[in-house]
């Protein structure tokens, strides 16, 4: 059961913020969110978000003139911000369980590429989605877009790559990558994450004007905030990733789908085979993270009611 009583407003830009039963109906910044204080546990290397059995292969299907991967969308390659910060993520992980320095070489290419094609603007970094897409929702995403998703795992990239490095370079791409997620849709044009009228905060995978809240890209952009406050010890970084887990916490019971697949968001609700083994996976993740044993009990729910996928 969720415990409100833990439930308290924090500080991240100002301080003297009113109590939650006295904000007012929107909550338009990031002064006062709904935060649950969490002990974040850093995990063992084995147990970190997207480290798996097995090192990839920097085997790939498509690749520009620098062997930097893309991803083929209706036949023409780009640039896809998920798809090649994952492969860069595994990248990393191949270096550091191999010591072979061509992961590493090629880990540097790939962030090289991603910053040269951002959208680069006051002290942050947006990564861009050169094609247009049309949500399963019916939402039609004009070029360039942008995804919450794709801006926290490029920040587990950066940091993972500074964590190996050392070199400073990337822990200011990291710095920049953070402060793209406190672009607020009450706030900005571009947005990353809002703030719902309940005070919770939510990093929005596909930027909809009517939000979708799509779960697994939620928590891989959380996953991003892990990892970065990891690295910074920064109290700022801290009170994002808390107010980020109080919100799955207080909304991961809304995905589930009693005796069937989760829904993959809270909008058309669908069902995605794939995603639910991912949910799975991603709040067993958490409980290790937060030690709140109520995501493990949604995990097995979830499971019991679907078994994942091999």
Request: proline residues 5%; negative net charge.
């Amino acid at each position: 059961m969720f415990r409100w009583q833990y439930i308290i407003p924090i500080i991240l830009i100002i301080s003297g913020c009113n109590l939650l039963s006295e904000k007012s109906e929107k909550v338009k910044d990031l002064s006062e969110v709904n935060l649950k204080a969490y002990s974040i546990q850093e995990l063992p290397y084995h147990e970190m978000p997207y480290i798996r059995e097995y090192v990839r292969s920097m085997t790939m299907d498509a690749f520009d003139q620098d062997s930097v991967p893309m991803y083929v969308y209706d036949g023409t390659p780009y640039y896809h911000p998920v798809y090649i910060s994952a492969l860069g993520i595994s990248f990393v992980d191949g270096y550091v369980r191999t010591g072979d320095p061509d992961y590493l070489k090629l880990s540097k290419r790939i962030a090289n590429r991603l910053v040269e094609n951002a959208n680069q603007a006051n002290d942050k970094f947006l990564f861009p989605y050169n094609f247009d897409y049309t949500y399963s929702s019916g939402d039609f995403l004009k070029s360039p877009w942008y995804s919450g998703m794709a801006q926290g795992r490029i920040l587990t990239f950066f940091t993972r790559l500074y964590n190996v490095t050392g070199d400073p370079k990337y822990s200011e791409w990291a710095s920049k990558t953070f402060e793209s997620l406190k672009l607020l849709k009450s706030q900005e044009e571009q947005w990353i994450s809002l703030i719902d009228v309940e005070g919770y905060f939510w990093i929005e995978e596909y930027i909809i004007e009517k939000p979708v809240h799509v779960l697994n890209g939620f928590i891989f952009a959380t996953f991003g905030l892990y990892d970065y406050y990891l690295m910074t010890q920064d109290e700022e970084v801290l009170k994002l990733l808390q107010a980020s887990i109080t919100t799955i916490e207080r909304y991961i019971s809304d995905y589930r789908n009693p005796g069937g697949i989760s829904f993959y968001d809270l909008n058309n609700k669908p069902t995605k085979e794939f995603y639910h083994g991912v949910h799975i996976s991603q709040l067993n993740t958490l409980h290790k993270i937060t030690g709140e044993q109520y995501f493990k009990t949604m995990a097995d729910s979830l499971e019991n009611d679907y078994p994942a996928p091999d």
